[in-house]
């Protein structure tokens, strides 16, 4: 049973994608739906996403942030109304002609995104500059009408949170655009164990209808990139578009400077394609469903039961706990059941143990095993956890420095994408012309201007012109 | 400032439905959205549902639930399965007929309810009666394409939760039916403070595609009902006609049993009527977004900001907490706001009170005051808002009960109609013609036939045949 098990799983390094695929529907996290491009998110994928729904929305509400919720269905002429964002996102928008049995006499779109329909309500609600800062954020579904999808990565519907928020300066609401821009950047690198570079998107690149977008890139395992989330600066573009205006201090109107920023289901692809290894998905113990898993050996012999049960209790207090004492598995079995499910520590027991009152203690992320007394079980799992997330997190960043490289040149550069995939910073003139270049040469593309810009060079490394700033470079999800 | 406030709202005895809309748009629940039938709920309101929601969704995952993800889209073909299910939805759901400028193959309903996508991907994940039960639960947005809208009663689109189980025998299934029913029954009557009654539906009223339908009925202030919560058992119905089989502790394949329960954003309108008044809204302590206002007054006077946020870090320690020091308001304004907001306590402190060490409790439902010293306000508060907590619903009985009758025949029935509604209790032979009968005569509808039934007669108060039960009769909303 063992042996078949491990057998069915693809290898990383033979074929990633597949692997990706295996993973998520072996672990049960996601199954495909009946309608193309559409998954279902299963309740060990979903529990993934209330713990990350949970850490973002407490950060949220600590900076002043209150929840609401908009309709899911956008007038045709609403989305019209921004000349950018129509453009961008149009061709991709499932309609709604019918309610019931009668054609409706203008179409409705499935938001993809609301700046719109919120934009509307807040030409409503704005009056005077004591309305502001409004700080809003929705937890919703989208719908975009993908071409190509994969689960969590780019799906036809997907769960996301969407802060929009209105400001008096444009200091502040740049200021917004970061803070909300930093809030994600911690909570990847904090509790989803993964770096983040934090940089601003090219014009190309760039939101449809945002002055800029600013956004975190993290290094998947194969190589490619993955925009986990963005946050972007309107100016007052939509409130120009929407008519949102407010009286100033001054009594004149004016338009408010408005943010919009988002992180989706895709983080979860990005935990997945991050830690993953091998024996399947590893999950950092801070947003783990089960941090904990109690796997007994001979539970069939007198006492084992009991005093897994005990252990149980005791250990919930503190952790997220799962105890598997299922009597149709083998041991075996079970330890590659919840390595595949990605459980930080696994904690096996069996009658030697309880007479020593000992235990073993296994952890996903080395596969190292250590014997503990059961006096000190809370505290040594509490250590544990903590290392694993260290380590978690210092396990990616290693694997991102090695899939880290320079180009000072054309050639340079395509040669890396010949061998391998990674970031591949390289100094750039700030030309449109470039960035299509690389596209089409490597189908890589600009990921960022970074925070951080490094001086590699003076040169563009595709034209040779003048540089005008250091860009991250990468293929993407 | 503070007169033009009051003088604004519409009294509840004179117009109730103008006074409900009032409310809800001067208390920022909610606000109309640009198309018909859809209802934007603000932050205020939306805080409300968050805590209703904690509520509940601990008390699920408390009785072994997860909860997952569905699409939101269904497939024409999907729904059209269950024939009851179709007949009863397909008039009310918006279709998708384009995605981006393709047409679709087949049309795809927006989800009405789930029932059909949720048994589609249940027929995959059943193998053995190891595998059950199976207890799922979705938080969403559901569309139905309703005719006459109103927020948070009954709006195009709303927010709910559907939970889909499913057992191995009849009688388990049935046990959930039930147990679930009476968490609703429990939320409704220890947090939101609203009575109900616990029963099942007639066949005419129940959920199309069910079995049985169980329903908690609770009685508005104006003595019209509102069907709050329902859970249905829906035998092996959807599973034949999904294929959801598994094999048995007998080896052979069977069909399992199935039920679904929800609860929707209507709570919210329940909360309203069932409470508020004529200065507004009234929200019991256990889902109030604010619990304690602090008002402050002389608030220009040295010393009360400060001693006002210092007793605000206090408070907020134990409560939900709003300080409301804003200089371009007075304290009559501020009082009326919050009145109307529904804050169960109000703290008015001054120089004067400071100077004693004292302060104002002001409590929302009776509107009492009483002076408490600061040293014990952490208390004083604590056993207020518990007292209104038990008042609240005390009332809402009260008023249930002043609008509960008897009637024995139906000259009885209809002159109850006509000066007065409520719940009104008659035996009934179980025949659809007499239930059609007091619809169209007095608009009036079987609320359900309650687990308690009381003896009152052994006629059937509209044809005088035998009498099978006695059941709860009202007018809806």
Chains 1, 2 share one sequence.
């Not at 904990?292 to 006492?303: L, N």
Request: some cysteine; overall charge neutral.
């Amino acid at each position: 049973m063992d042996k078949e098990f491990v057998k069915d799983l693809t290898k990383m390094d033979e074929d990633f994608a597949k692997w990706y695929t295996d993973i998520i529907i072996k672990a049960e996290l996601v199954d495909y739906a009946p309608i193309k491009g559409f998954m279902v998110i299963r309740p060990y994928g979903y529990e993934i996403w209330e713990n990350i729904q949970a850490v973002l929305d407490k950060k949220f509400k600590e900076t002043g942030h209150k929840n609401a919720y908009f309709p899911i269905l956008i007038p045709e002429s609403l989305l019209n109304k921004e000349k950018e964002h129509v453009k961008g996102f149009a061709p991709e928008v499932a309609w709604v002609t019918y309610g019931g049995s009668e054609k409706l006499s203008e179409r409705l779109c499935i938001r993809p995104t609301s700046e719109t329909i919120i934009s509307t309500m807040y030409s409503k609600w704005i009056k005077s500059y004591r309305d502001l800062p409004l700080l809003i954020n929705q937890w919703a579904n989208v719908v975009r009408w993908e071409k190509t999808t994969r689960p969590f990565l780019r799906t036809t519907e997907f769960l996301w949170q969407e802060g929009h928020t209105l400001h008096e300066t444009e200091e502040e609401a740049k200021e917004e655009t970061i803070k909300m821009l930093n809030i994600y950047a911690d909570v990847f690198e904090n509790y989803l164990a993964i770096p983040v570079i934090k940089g601003k998107k090219s014009d190309k690149e760039k939101f449809a209808g945002a002055e800029s977008t600013y956004t975190i890139e993290a290094l998947m395992h194969d190589g490619k990139a993955l925009q986990s989330g963005t946050s972007h600066f309107f100016g007052d573009g939509f409130a120009k578009a929407f008519d949102i205006k407010y009286q100033g201090r001054d009594g004149k109107q004016k338009n408010p400077f408005q943010t919009s920023w988002g992180v989706s289901t895709r983080s979860i692809g990005g935990i997945i394609m991050t830690h993953g290894d091998d024996r399947g998905l590893k999950l950092p113990p801070m947003i783990a469903p089960i941090q904990v898993v109690i796997v007994p050996f001979a539970q069939h012999k007198e006492g084992v039961i009991e005093e897994v049960n005990k252990l149980g209790e005791r250990l919930k207090k503190k952790f997220r706990v799962e105890l598997d004492i299922r009597d149709s598995y083998t041991p075996g079995y079970k330890c590659n059941h919840w390595e595949l499910k990605g459980v930080p520590v696994r904690l096996e027991i069996g009658p030697k143990d309880i007479e020593k009152n000992e235990c073993i203690l296994f952890r996903r992320d080395t596969f190292e095993k250590i014997s503990v007394d059961l006096k000190n079980v809370e505290e040594e799992i509490d250590n544990l956890l903590k290392d694993i997330q260290t380590n978690m997190y210092n396990m990616a960043l290693e694997n991102r420095k090695k899939h880290t490289f320079i180009a000072k040149n054309i050639e340079e550069y395509k040669s890396i994408f010949e061998k391998d995939q990674g970031f591949v910073k390289i100094m750039w003139c700030g030309n449109r012309d470039c960035e299509d270049k690389i596209k089409e040469e490597t189908s890589s593309t600009i990921r960022c201007i970074p925070f951080e810009e490094e001086h590699i060079g003076d040169k563009c490394a595709i034209c040779g012109k003048e540089a005008k700033h250091m860009v991250y470079t990468g293929r993407q999800y």
